[in-house]
T-cell receptor, first 114, second 110 residues
Framework: ETGVTQTPRHLVMGMTNKKSLKCEQH?????MYWYKQSAKKPLELMFV???????ENNSVPSRFSPECPNSSHLFLHLHTLQPEDSALYLC?????????????FGPGTRLTVL | KQEVTQIPAALSVPEGENLVLNCSFT??????LQWFRQDPGKGLTSLLL?????REQTSGRLNASLDKSSGRSTLYIAASQPGDSATYLC?????????FGAGTRLTVKP
């Protein structure tokens, strides 16, 4: 266990549904990240939060809406998704966003959009 | 835009062999390079992190090297074991952005 938990582990949703992914870290870190891992594509960084403030948004469509209420919790709100959004969504945390900081990953949420 | 390439895409070796995984990147102005391991359907586990000022890092049977000027890194695994079977990813950090390679899927046969 890395100290980063994600729920749910699996999610199936229709294109008109609204759902949320949750990430929690128990490491006392201040930075949290959302990544998307699609089949046959490299892992893609989506959002970065440092001390609850969003510092990076890698041109992610607005149907993905992140929320970071505190340094330990990170959410990804989903609405009106497309089948191509089906992927493994990984959360990670690090002490801060300094150059020396290692990221610790959660187990991921496997999302299927029908 | 940073691009990260990993070769080979897949590798199968008998137990006990030493092996090398390769990672190349196009923009040498990096902060660090990190090697991860990913088991099927699981998250990533950090193996080694090399700062831009460093040439190599070692942990147990793993040794990672970095040649920033040529845009290359290697992960050397000594005396491979079946438990080493996984996908190995390298990731390069520039500013707040991390770029991953597509990974090398390693199978170590008993």
């Amino acid at each position: 266990e890395t100290g980063v938990t994600q729920t749910p582990r699996h999610l199936v949703m229709g294109m008109t549904n609204k759902k949320s992914l949750k990430c929690e870290q128990h490491l006392g870190h201040n930075a949290m990240y959302w990544y998307k891992q699609s089949a046959k594509k490299p892992l893609e960084l989506m959002f970065v939060y440092n001390f609850k403030e969003q510092t990076e948004n890698n041109s992610v469509p607005s149907r993905f809406s992140p929320e970071c209420p505190n340094s330990s919790h990170l959410f990804l709100h989903l609405h009106t998704l497309q089948p191509e959004d089906s992927a493994l969504y990984l959360c990670a945390s690090s002490q801060a966003i300094a150059r020396t900081d290692t990221q610790y990953f959660g187990p991921g949420t496997r999302l299927t959009v029908l | 835009k940073q691009e990260v390439t990993q070769i080979p895409a897949a590798l199968s070796v008998p137990e006990g062999e030493n092996l090398v995984l390769n990672c190349s990147f196009t923009d040498s102005a990096i902060y660090n390079l990190q090697w991860f391991r990913q088991d099927p359907g699981k998250g990533l586990t950090s193996l080694l992190l090399i700062q831009s000022s460093q040439r190599e890092q070692t942990s147990g049977r793993l040794n990672a090297s970095l040649d920033k000027s040529s845009g290359r890194s290697t992960l050397y695994i000594a005396a491979s074991q079946p438990g080493d079977s996984a996908t190995y990813l390298c990731a390069v950090r520039n500013n707040n952005d991390m770029r991953f390679g597509a990974g090398t899927r390693l199978t170590v046969k008993p």
